[in-house]
Nanobody
Framework: QVQLVESGGGLVQAGVSLRLSCAASGRTFSNYAMGWFRQAPGKEREFVAAINWNGYRTSYADSVKGRFTISRDNAKNTVYLQMNSLKPEDTAVYYC???????????????WGQGTQVTVSS
């Protein structure tokens, strides 16, 4: 079992930056690929970014490519999502997820955090 706790969300204006963190506990963090997903009101949850177990490989949704950066610190059991140039359409609940995989999955994650709200005003 893996427990995930997100933090760092908030209400910001368009154009600014925000960094989300996700602290993991319970199992060997470096065994897991990590991902960020988001769900806006009235929409389905969507993939945002993923990082493989050692941080050498990443994947991004087209909508955030060039603005968001996913990273991880295996010594701290934490994954981050640096979000720059935020737009109102980035408003959503952001979820951290873990999957026991050495690959770079964008779906079928096993464990999920409770989510953190990000609201971007225009």
């Amino acid at each position: 079992q893996v427990q995930l706790v997100e933090s760092g969300g908030g209400l910001v204006q368009a154009g600014v930056s925000l960094r989300l963190s996700c602290a993991a506990s319970g199992r060997t963090f470096s065994n897991y690929a990590m991902g960020w997903f988001r769900q806006a009101p009235g929409k389905e949850r969507e993939f945002v970014a993923a990082i493989n177990w050692n941080g050498y490989r990443t994947s991004y949704a087209d909508s955030v490519k060039g603005r968001f950066t996913i990273s991880r610190d295996n010594a701290k059991n934490t994954v981050y999502l640096q979000m720059n140039s935020l737009k109102p359409e980035d408003t959503a609940v952001y979820y951290c997820a873990a999957r026991n995989s050495l690959m770079l999955p964008t779906t079928n994650y096993d464990y999920w955090g409770q989510g953190t709200q990000v609201t971007v005003s225009s």
